[in-house]
């Protein structure tokens, strides 16, 4: 049986080739339509990996801890003491850095105007090496642990309230206990993240001076967790989920559920993607049937010979199914060797927009460089050959059928 399909492949291998122009053409359509596809796909990841590893180190993380509720309500109050968790968290080797945070709204006041703000007390020796938003600030200019009037401040907010570095302001908001309290701070450095709601809201000071100032001493809003790489969000929510089931007062959130806007950008994007490398495909399908068809119309007269000598019309199905299954094993390899050399290529060089888009790229709400890079996604790129074999082995069905259908006579009088 195996010998009969060897030579089965081996007749469909010379007949593809009786007509090289058009055997060619469709083999660089389908070898092309691959390549285009991995490639796509492998930027696109990079792309999506750029953003995330840029949304998790500015916003909330990987994973995070918040005390039950305070997503949905906002509630200064519902802050908790992370010290009983620091232990379970660090001790996780896919940990890289926790970062406590309090937030804080409220009101900054200089001697122009007043804007309406968010104050962050965050840990700046933790969030140095880790927040993006801080990568424009020099070290001269971060917070100083020893000096609690230390304060940094959004590009378009320190423009609106004529402050820069060494000029007062002063913070009025509304603590956890209902009281509205004020505190005067000195501007340290200015920020520019790239995104104009946070330029124009932004206010950064020590977390210490803001547990103060919110009445929550050795509390915070938020632990934002960042891990090693990406694919051990699950297995480290796992982990933490059943280390933190018996604390009632705590939450744990995945990147997915903390930063929705971010989660669902991505989403549309990698759909809309998908609709596009779908029609592609149809073309290309439609390409091969073609191909086959043609090929079954020209051959009508050989048909009918072979039909005419006994052979089953099943025959001839076989015969045009393995044409189909050579020449598109055929595509998958060609694409392949393509798709790899091109993504190695966007892997190692990316494209750099830098050129033509003088700013950092915002989208969904995230700000990441204008340098795009593509990753190995070896596991989507074999599956996605493997998937134009399947597609050319239907594409054939009909002209199958077609030949199938041949009677002997009504073949042979065909030239």
């Known amino acids: 049986m195996a010998g009969l399909w060897w030579e089965l492949l081996v007749l469909a291998w010379k007949n593809l080739w009786r007509n090289r122009r058009r055997t060619l053409i469709t083999l660089a359509a389908m ?6 596809i991995q490639v796509l796909n492998n930027l696109s990841m990079g792309s999506y990996r750029q953003m995330i590893q840029s949304g998790v180190r500015a916003g909330s993380g990987h994973l995070t801890l918040n005390a039950p509720g305070y997503r949905e309500q906002q509630d200064i109050a519902l802050a908790f003491d992370v010290t009983p968790f620091w232990a379970c968290i660090e001790q996780q080797p896919e940990v890289q850095q926790a970062l406590p945070r309090l937030y804080l709204p409220g009101l900054a006041q200089s001697g122009y105007d007043s804007r309406g703000i968010l104050l962050q007390g965050i840990d700046m020796t933790r969030e140095a090496g880790s927040n993006p938003f801080l990568k424009s600030l020099s070290c001269d200019h971060w917070l100083r642990p020893d000096v609690p009037e230390d304060a940094l401040l ?27 309290v004020s505190e005067l701070f000195r501007v340290r450095g200015v920020l520019q993240t790239g995104l ?33 790489e990406q694919q051990q969000v699950g297995a480290v929510y796992q982990q933490l989920h059943e280390a933190l089931r018996d604390q009632p ?18 989403q549309l994007d990698y759909a809309s993607q998908n609709a596009i490398l779908l029609i592609m495909l149809v073309i290309v399908v439609i390409g091969i049937a073609n191909t086959l068809l043609m090929s079954v119309m020209e051959r009508s007269h050989e048909f009918g010979l072979i039909l005419a000598l006994g052979a089953r019309p099943f025959r001839l199905v076989e015969l045009v199914v393995a044409e189909a299954l050579v020449l598109g094993a055929l595509a998958a ?58 597609l050319s082995v239907m594409a054939s069905v009909y002209p199958a059928l077609r030949a199938a259908r041949l009677t002997p006579v009504a073949a042979m009088r065909r030239r």
Not at 367 to 376: G, S
């Open 31 to 36: 070898s092309l339509t691959l390549m285009l």
């Open 333 to 390: 390899v060609c694409g392949a060797v393509l798709g790899g050399l091109g993504t190695w290529y966007l892997w190692a060089r990316g494209i750099d927009l830098r050129q033509f888009i003088s700013e950092e790229i915002e989208y969904g709400g995230i700000v990441f460089e204008p340098v795009l890079r593509a990753v190995w996604d070896v596991p989507w790129m074999a599956q996605s050959a493997l998937f134009l074999v399947v």
């Open 196 to 228: 104009q709601d946070v330029d124009q809201s932004l206010v950064l000071v020590s977390l210490e001076r803001a547990g103060l100032l919110a009445a929550l001493p050795g509390k915070i809003h938020e632990l934002a967790i960042l891990l090693q």
């Open 249 to 266: 007062g705590i939450e744990l959130l995945t990147w997915q559920q903390a930063m929705p806007n971010l989660y669902h950008a991505i």
């Open 154 to 180: 959004g590009i378009q907010l320190a423009d609106q309230l004529h402050l820069k570095a060494g000029n007062k302001f002063v913070v009025t908001l509304q603590n956890s206990r209902n009281e509205l």
